[in-house]
């Protein structure tokens, strides 16, 4: 048995009407009409919200609702929109404490790094609040006298969005945030595993005034949502945050109807250490990307490639820096990380450290988990290029070093991978960084920094990583159609 580290302050919130356990729908709050998800809280592992379950009748309505919305949002200014939108951000920020304690039960990660998510989130609402007066179109000189050509951006009409568990605030609103701003409605499901943090969401924005239908999001079991929001001819475009496998089937799904596709999938990003980097900064880059929300994150640093000169002054003090860090209770202030998000999440981190062990890797510090959910952040060293992390996502606080000798092989080593997220380096040559991050085969590169996360910059893969970019303006075009208007006889 876990020991609870407060069981009376436990989760406890100052709006307990926020705790919200049915679906959105339309702008009314639905019951279940099926058996309920049971929402449990990783540390514990017990049960602590039942929310609603439904199916394809409640999605196919909150599909209805949504296209009944979109021509009332679509033609309101982008000044109102915005303001809709700055206010549901300012809600956010008020209740940040109660957002974080859903987040730290549903999902499990520190109190302190779930308040990070929500101005995290927050902050794309922001972004896009602001970014939709930005939306600007185009006129090209023509090419012939009379003539006007006009390019304007229309909304796509109404969206799907799928997100995933490890971040359910922040990557439901860096969706949320484009996709109102441009003028679209949207349905959003949730992960089964942390609905919670988005009716919370929803709630908040209603408050904030976000018209009945704009906004919906059905909870449920995945697979009869995704097929009415991947069949609906009404549904123009889905964002799809999760498993490449799982992203596959759903672009596949929505092939017949031709839908756009925003897809941000798996990752397995390098971090390369080379001989010229400065080691406090190659560390810090280290645990951020690795140990960001316990390593449950696409774009965590999976594999660690460091250069032989380096090599022995890095594992020691990295090695330093984690045997330090505690794994426990989110809502403890003690801990660095939280538990992981389930069991299979767990066995998986047990299974590459195993495998990487049974190749010949040592470890010098951490190992077998503990008991309940709780991975101990661990270090291997000597990992062989061939081991099992090196190929597969770990998603937890595994962090295992291979060894190279020369630049040239570090590329090839960080490129072989069928995914393409994100990569970090640490080198202080200016040269390296210039070669080696325009031949990474990723979205992202960090240089020198693992915390390459803002509302400001687009974000997404390139590989089996997905499609198309969050964040950014180029995050609010993912929601708009370009309109071609050729003017004649003027
Ligand atoms: P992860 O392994 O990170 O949980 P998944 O790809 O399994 O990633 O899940 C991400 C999101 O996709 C979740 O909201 C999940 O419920 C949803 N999902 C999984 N399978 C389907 C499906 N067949 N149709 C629609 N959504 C799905």
């Known amino acids: 048995?876990?020991?609870?580290?407060?069981?009376?302050?436990?989760?406890?919130?100052?709006?307990?009407?926020?705790?919200?356990?049915?679906?959105?729908?339309?702008?009314?709050?639905?019951?279940?009409?099926?058996?309920?998800?049971?929402?449990?809280?990783?540390?514990?592992?017990d049960v602590f919200a039942e929310v609603a379950s439904v199916g394809r009748e409640q999605t196919q309505a909150a599909v209805d609702a949504a296209e009944r919305a979109l021509p009332g949002w679509a033609s309101k200014t982008a000044t109102e929109r915005g303001r809709v939108l700055r206010r549901w951000r300012d809600n956010l920020i008020e209740h940040k404490d109660d957002l974080a304690a859903l987040i730290t039960r549903e999902n499990g990660k520190t109190f302190a790094e779930a308040r990070g998510e929500v101005d995290y989130g927050a902050g794309y609402i922001e972004f896009y609040a602001e970014e939709a007066h930005r939306a600007r179109g185009e006129t090209i000189p023509p090419p012939a006298p009379g003539r006007r050509l006009v390019v304007e951006r229309e909304p796509v009409g109404v969206c799907a969005a799928i997100t995933p568990w490890n971040f359910p605030l922040a990557l439901l609103a860096r969706k949320v945030g484009p996709a109102l701003a441009a003028g679209c409605t949207m349905v959003a499901k949730p992960s089964e595993l942390t609905p919670l943090t988005a009716l919370a969401f929803a709630r908040l924005g209603e408050q904030a005034g976000v018209p009945k239908g704009v906004f919906s999001v059905v909870t449920g079991e995945a697979r009869p949502i995704g097929d009415v929001l991947t069949a609906s001819p009404v549904v123009r475009k889905l964002s799809f945050t999760g498993s490449t496998a799982v992203g596959a089937a759903l672009a596949a799904a929505c092939a017949p109807t031709v839908k756009r596709l925003s897809l941000e999938l798996g990752g397995n990003a390098p971090l390369i250490v080379f001989d010229d980097a400065d080691v406090d900064t190659a560390v810090e880059t280290a645990l951020v990307a690795k140990f960001r929300n316990g390593g449950q994150s696409c774009i965590?640093?999976?594999?660690?490639?460091?250069?032989?000169?380096?090599?022995?002054?890095?594992?020691?003090?990295?090695a330093a820096r984690i045997g330090a860090m505690t794994a426990g209770d989110g809502f403890d202030p003690a801990s660095d990380i939280g538990p992981m998000i389930d069991d299979r999440t767990l066995l998986k981190?047990?299974?590459?450290?195993?495998?990487?062990?049974?190749?010949?890797?040592?470890?010098?510090?951490?190992?077998?988990?503990?008991?309940?959910?709780?991975?101990?952040?661990?270090?291997?060293?000597?990992?062989?290029?061939?081991?099992?992390?090196?190929?597969?996502?770990?998603?937890?606080?595994?962090?295992?070093?291979?060894?190279?000798?020369?630049?040239?092989?570090?590329?090839?080593?960080?490129?072989?991978?069928?995914?393409?997220?994100?990569?970090?380096?640490?080198?202080?040559?200016?040269?390296?960084?210039?070669?080696?991050?325009?031949?990474?085969?990723?979205?992202?590169?960090?240089?020198?920094?693992?915390?390459?996360?803002?509302?400001?910059?687009?974000?997404?893969?390139?590989?089996?990583?997905?499609?198309?970019?969050?964040?950014?303006?180029?995050?609010?075009?993912?929601?708009?159609?370009?309109?071609?208007?050729?003017?004649?006889?003027l």
């Open 1 to 45: 048995m876990v020991e609870l580290t407060k069981p009376r302050e436990r989760g406890r919130m100052a709006e307990p009407d926020l705790l919200v356990s049915k679906a959105f729908i339309g702008g009314e709050w639905v019951g279940t009409v099926a058996a309920p998800i049971e929402v449990d809280d990783p540390f514990t592992q």
């Open 300 to 318: 965590a640093a999976n594999r660690i490639y460091v250069q032989r000169g380096v090599l022995d002054r890095f594992v020691s003090a990295f």
């Open 349 to 489: 981190v047990d299974r590459h450290r195993e495998d990487a062990l049974a190749r010949g890797a040592r470890c010098i510090v951490g190992g077998a988990s503990p008991g309940g959910r709780l991975s101990i952040p661990t270090l291997l060293a000597d990992a062989p290029a061939d081991a099992l992390f090196t190929r597969e996502e770990t998603f937890g606080p595994l962090a295992a070093v291979v060894a190279f000798s020369s630049v040239e092989e570090a590329i090839r080593l960080a490129n072989d991978t069928p995914y393409g997220l994100a990569a970090y380096l640490c080198s202080s040559d200016p040269a390296t960084i210039d070669r080696v991050s325009r031949r990474l085969e990723t979205g992202t590169v960090g240089i020198n920094t693992g915390a390459v996360a803002t509302p400001l910059a687009p974000v997404g893969g390139v590989k089996l990583s997905g499609l198309g970019r969050e964040g950014s303006a180029h995050g609010l075009a993912e929601y708009q159609n370009l309109k071609y208007l050729c003017h004649a006889g």
